[in-house]
């Protein structure tokens, strides 16, 4: 297991790394600052010095907010599902506050009502002259889970953690970035019909995430967004209803898209 | 290839090479070098194990491993100590030994954190030992205990163990239903055997399961297999060809192209039947039938097989019910047991012997269980332990056994809440042992007809 987290972590490193070599060289070879934006579209430098970006690390000035809406869909193993073949995708909500000096106040809801996460958190982001930028977050909040009715009568809730890394790296009117979250989550509590218990295995660890996020500017100033990358969680995680207790992660793809506004 | 093309195949490539990362095996189940010293002995007699073994023992030395008791149970061929700590558990054989000592070997393991080792105990007192090589089957008491040691991974064994015998476990064969889970373990654990596989079965009664729960799908010509899923997922099976869906493959097709996750073949619900009737003792078997398609071939082999029974000698008692969880299998149920009666008429106007038709075990309504008058009810544990539909049933000689509890708290709960007659769980060490340390003796079901 280690192993093979330390290789999928070592390939997604491998292949960002590749990929801005890539574009350094290309750069290199050009000689030239990055190519404007077409069609009049704001530049990842414009939009980063003003409401910033939701993923891209950027430093707006102090009061600059940034609100958005978005979804993520969760290609999660039928084994882990119990063989069940129905996905539903998440709502996305994001809310970001300027602090000044690179230091942001971030609120984050994702739900499909019978899953739904809820953190609050601050994070610090560096952006110098050249494309790279870095942030770092960390966020709190409760994971809450509620089913009546298809053979359910349960809940669960717990207080959730996430610790967050990003580096971005701008290409003109696209900003790249690859985020890296932990997801603790402990202590928690379930119910079925009446009767309250917690689980076995209660340690915070839950997984982590590593998704890259592909940043479109626009003339007004918002953003669009997709991304893809790999969710390694206990399958408690992806899919709570059914309580499995097992400590053992599962990789699953996860797709996003949004509207930054 | 332009920035914005990079980075579209950057993203929608990454996380398909990424998923692919953590799906390898990490199973190791320890074996002492060379078989062991189990190679060297006699093994001991069944009879010897069950009536010179069992029994709750207290943890005198080796707590970190087994918790303050452990249960120890046998089957055919091996001595299993079970425990509610991380539902942990050992597989065992006993033999005895050329110097007169009895020796008990084999792997523990925690089935959910890849954590395993070797364990070797002797029998203690000397004079126990001596008695089991003489071919004699002492009944246990305080003074028998199992004394050596344990270790992790495939190191020697050096950690002391004492398990010192203590009373007598409740009744559990044919009275409280520890029911495997689709097998020994969750798809997510790391047992080393593939739910559904044969070799879960087999591994299922070792960790204390005295019933199985088995998933029932049918393949394009008609064979019922035990397989979870609609599709060959690639979590269940593996081969290059091993793609599309299980009704679109006929065995042949199935057996050329798939393994099961650990190389197991996927088995026939004929085999697997074949094989718990005549090589465990399991008390009975819950098919849980995923299409309607596979309800009248299944009742057909629960057939053969409780007319097999009907000729045998040996007293072998064994319980086959029909899972019905939904309307559509209920339907199904309803013309496979018309046709069934129907034949039984026609064998009987013939002036043969009418079949056995079988029970069944219904999942959801409480009132089509009495309606359909099934021994057994099933309910998914995620709507609580419903005691009031549980005593319901009971007063209608129906049991109850809920589907799937793995977690201890939730195990606990229902066992004193509801007082069910079985559980369905992947955790069947944790469950016998809870059974054992906090559970009631399950009321015996009477039917209104006064049949038990």
Not at chain 2, 196 to 213: M, Q, T, Y
Not at chain 2, 346 to 357: F, K, M, N, S, T
Not at chain 2, 399 to 416: K, R
Request: charged share 20%.
């Amino acid at each position: 297991m280690l192993f093979g987290r330390a290789k999928c972590i070592g390939l997604a490193i491998g292949l960002w790394s590749a990929f801005a070599l890539c574009r350094s060289a290309d750069a290199a070879e050009t000689a030239k600052p990055p190519a404007p934006a077409p069609s009049g579209v704001k530049s990842v430098e414009e939009i980063a010095n003003q409401k910033g970006f939701l993923y891209y690390p950027s430093a707006p000035p102090a009061g600059k907010m940034r609100f958005s809406l978005g979804a993520t869909y969760d290609a999660i193993d039928p084994a882990v599902m119990y063989g069940m073949s129905v996905r539903f995708p998440q709502l996305v909500l994001d809310y970001q506050d300027s602090l000044g000096k690179g230091f942001l106040f971030k609120a984050h809801i994702n739900t499909m009502l019978v899953t739904n996460e809820a953190l609050v958190g601050i994070g610090y982001n560096w952006h110098g002259a050249g494309p790279w930028s870095v942030g770092a977050a960390v966020s709190a909040g409760v994971f809450l889970g509620k089913l009546d009715g298809f053979g359910f009568d349960a809940m669960t809730i717990g207080a959730e953690y996430r610790p967050e890394l990003t580096v971005g790296y701008s290409l003109g009117d696209v900003a790249l970035s690859l985020r890296g979250s932990l997801i603790l989550i402990g202590p928690e509590r379930a119910r079925v019909g009446d009767y309250w218990g917690g689980f076995d295995n209660p340690n915070l660890f839950t997984g982590h995430s590593e998704i890259l996020y592909v940043e479109n500017t626009t003339r007004g100033g918002s953003v669009w967004y997709f991304g893809a990358g790999a969710m390694t969680t206990r399958a408690h995680y992806a899919f709570w209803v059914l309580f499995p207790d097992s400590p053992g992660l599962y990789t699953y793809p996860r797709l996003v898209a949004g509207y930054e506004y | 290839m332009n920035t914005k093309t990079w980075a579209l195949a950057l993203a929608f490539g990454a996380p398909f090479l990424l998923a692919d990362c953590e799906t390898a095996l990490e199973v190791s189940i320890p074996m002492f070098p060379d078989g062991g010293m189990l190679r060297t002995g006699t093994a001991l007699k069944r009879e010897q194990l069950r009536d010179g073994f069992e029994g709750m023992f207290n943890v005198s030395k080796g707590s970190a491993l087994l918790g303050d008791k452990a249960s120890i149970i046998t089957s055919p061929g091996t001595v299993s100590v079970l425990t509610d700590k991380n539902a942990g558990f050992a597989v065992l054989g006993a033999a005895c030994l050329p110097d007169q000592r009895v020796v008990v070997e084999g792997y523990w393991q925690y089935p959910t954190r890849a954590d395993a080792g070797l364990l070797r105990v002797f029998v203690d007192p000397p004079a126990v030992a001596q008695a089991f090589c003489n071919g004699e089957t002492p009944t246990p008491d305080t003074s028998f205990s199992l004394t050596g040691t344990y270790g992790d991974g495939d190191d020697i064994p050096t950690k002391p163990l004492e398990l010192r015998w203590s009373n007598e476990l409740k009744p559990w064969r044919d009275t409280f239903y520890t029911v495997a889970h689709h097998g020994a373990c969750e798809a997510t654990d790391h047992c080393g055997v593939s739910p559904n596989s044969i070799e879960s079965i087999r591994l299922a009664e070792r960790i204390g399961s005295n019933a199985a729960e088995l998933d029932v799908r049918t393949t394009r010509d008609g064979i019922p297999i035990l397989f979870h899923d609609p599709t060959m997922s690639a979590s269940l099976v593996r081969g290059l060809f091993c793609n599309g869906a299980v009704k679109d493959l006929s065995l042949a097709e199935m057996r050329a192209s798939c393994l099961m996750r650990y190389g197991e073949q996927i088995p026939t619900l004929e085999a697997a039947l074949d094989m718990m009737v005549n090589e465990t003792e399991l008390s009975g078997v819950y098919l849980d039938e995923k299409t309607a398609e596979g309800v009248l071939p299944s009742a057909r082999l629960v057939q053969k097989v409780l007319e097999d029974l009907k000729l045998r000698t040996d007293g072998r008692k064994f319980a086959p019910l029909i899972g019905i969880p939904t309307d559509d299998v209920l339907d199904a149920w309803h013309s496979a047991k018309s046709k069934l009666l129907s034949e039984n008429a026609d064998r009987v106007a013939l002036g043969q012997e009418p079949l056995a038709i079988p029970e069944c075990l219904l999942e959801y309504d409480v009132d089509k269980v009495i309606a359909e008058e099934c021994v057994a009810w099933g309910p998914t544990w995620t709507e609580g332990p419903q005691p009031e539909n549980v005593q319901k049933l009971r007063d209608h000689g129906i049991g109850t056994i809920f589907w799937t509890i793995n977690e201890s708290d939730f195990i606990e709960g229902f066992l004193t809440t509801s007082k069910p007659n079985g559980i369905i769980t992947a955790r069947a060490a944790l469950l016998f042992q809870t059974y054992q340390l906090i559970g009631s003796v399950p009321e015996p079901l009477v039917k209104k007809d006064g049949q038990q």
